[in-house]
């Protein structure tokens, strides 16, 4: 038997998935808190992966929509690697993690879902989360609902800039 528990993924599964991009910011009208977005600014963006690997998987990309990293401006790598640097440090702090596991996908070929649009993927990891069930299932059990999560993380996101 293989049941897992993952309700945000029926709307997905059933629902009718809009053209464009997740991460710009006309992406259909929707709310911060309907993107799962935590912060913003002029140049980046942090949003919670809907489909994570993991707990606390995080999304942080650039605002203007590049997808290669030779076409950031100095600006944009600097606030990128900020935001990644206050992401790790809000996930270790909040969801006590024992690592991460920090990067990203360019190109299709390369595992980018969305490679038009440049982002880093920051995945909290703790002993034990690969376990039997991924190994030999390929199944992954991530045990708090995504907006449990999103709401824990919002209010340190909020708290000051970088």
């Not at 596991?101 to 969305?114: D, H, S, T, V, W």
């Not at 995945?123 to 039997?132: A, I, K, L």
Request: hydrophobic share 40%.
């Amino acid at each position: 038997m293989r049941n897992l528990w993952a309700p945000w993924r029926v709307e997905y599964i059933l629902g009718k998935k809009p053209p464009g991009c997740i991460f710009c910011s006309e992406y259909h009208g929707q709310s911060d808190e309907e993107r799962l977005i935590l912060y913003r600014d002029d140049l980046v963006t942090v949003m919670m992966n809907r489909f994570p690997y993991n707990n606390g998987h995080l999304l942080v990309s650039p605002v203007r929509h590049v997808s290669d990293i030779q076409e950031l401006t100095a600006d944009e790598e600097r606030n990128l690697m900020a935001l990644v640097k206050k992401s790790t440090r809000i996930l270790r702090e909040v969801m006590r993690p024992d690592g991460f596991n920090i990067g990203l996908n360019i190109g299709r070929e390369a595992g980018a879902g969305y490679e038009e649009h440049l982002h880093f993927h920051i995945v909290p990891r703790w002993r034990g989360d690969t376990n039997f069930m991924a190994a030999l299932a390929d199944i992954r059990s991530v045990p708090e609902h995504i907006q449990q999560s999103y709401l824990k993380l919002l209010p340190r996101f909020q708290e000051g800039a970088r």
